[in-house]
């Protein structure tokens, strides 16, 4: 079994910064792929960037390319999103996932395990 813990969320300005963390633990695979999502209220739940945990293969949503970094601390079991420039419309609830195969996917139901989520509020 994998638990993932998200961390790091909380309320700031536009045009701030937060950093998330994702911290994993159980049967976590060397030959899996960590991804981020993101959930308004009303909306549904999509991804933000996704990456190998090798670091071979990443992926970012456009409306966070050149603001968002996803990176990963192997030695920690840990995944984590920088998030630079925030917006409100970057207001949701965030989501860790870890999908137990190589490669990246866009769809949530690609994924085996998640977090419980973490709010980040950005205020105009």
């Known amino acids: 079994q994998v638990q993932l813990v998200e961390s790091g969320g909380g309320l700031v300005q536009a045009g701030g910064s937060l950093r998330l963390s994702c911290a994993a633990s159980?049967?976590?695979?060397?030959?899996?792929?960590m991804g981020w999502f993101r959930q308004a209220p009303g909306k549904e739940r999509d991804i933000v960037a996704a990456?190998?945990?090798?670091?071979?293969?990443?992926y970012y949503a456009d409306s966070v390319k050149g603001r968002f970094t996803i990176s990963r601390d192997n030695a920690k079991n840990t995944v984590y999103l920088q998030m630079n420039s925030l917006k409100p419309e970057d207001t949701a609830v965030y989501y860790c996932?870890?999908?137990?195969?190589?490669?990246?996917?866009?769809?949530?139901?690609?994924?085996?395990?998640w977090g419980q989520g973490t709010q980040v509020t950005v205020s105009s």
């Open positions: 990456m190998t945990w090798s670091g071979g293969s990443t």
């Open positions: 996932a870890l999908r137990r195969a190589i490669g990246v996917r866009r769809i949530p139901d690609e994924y085996d395990y």
């Open positions: 159980g049967r976590t695979f060397g030959s899996s792929t």
